[in-house]
C-alpha cells in the first residue's frame, strides 16, 4: 500500500538571486506535474511562483528525493501569494 507523495522545493530549484524565505505560491497558477521523458522516474511538479523580484520559474521534487545535490534550503509549505 502506498500513501500520498509529498513534495518539496529546494533552494537551487527557485533560480539566482531568490529566496525560498521569498516566494509564494499562487493559486491561481498551481505547479502542474511533469513526468520524466522516460516515464519512470516520479513526477516533478513545475510552475510559477512569485517573489518581491517578479515571477520565478519553480520545481517541487518528491520528498525522497531532495538534498541529492549540494548541502541547500528546502522547503516543503510555501507561503499563498
Known amino acids: 500500500m502506498r500513501g500520498p507523495v509529498l513534495y518539496c522545493v529546494e533552494g537551487p530549484d527557485v533560480g539566482e ?3 525560498l524565505d521569498d516566494v ?3 493559486v491561481g497558477r498551481l ?3 511533469q513526468s520524466s521523458a522516460a516515464g519512470i ?3 516533478v511538479l513545475s510552475g510559477v511562483a512569485v517573489s518581491p523580484g517578479g515571477d520565478v520559474a519553480l520545481n517541487a ?3 525522497f528525493r531532495w538534498a541529492n545535490r549540494r548541502p541547500h534550503p528546502m522547503r ?3 507561503r499563498q501569494a
Do not use: F, K
Open 17 to 19: 538571486g531568490h529566496s
Open 24 to 26: 509564494l505560491i499562487d
Open 31 to 33: 505547479p502542474e506535474p
Open 41 to 43: 522516474a516520479p513526477v
Open 61 to 63: 521534487v518528491p520528498y
Open 76 to 78: 516543503v509549505w510555501l
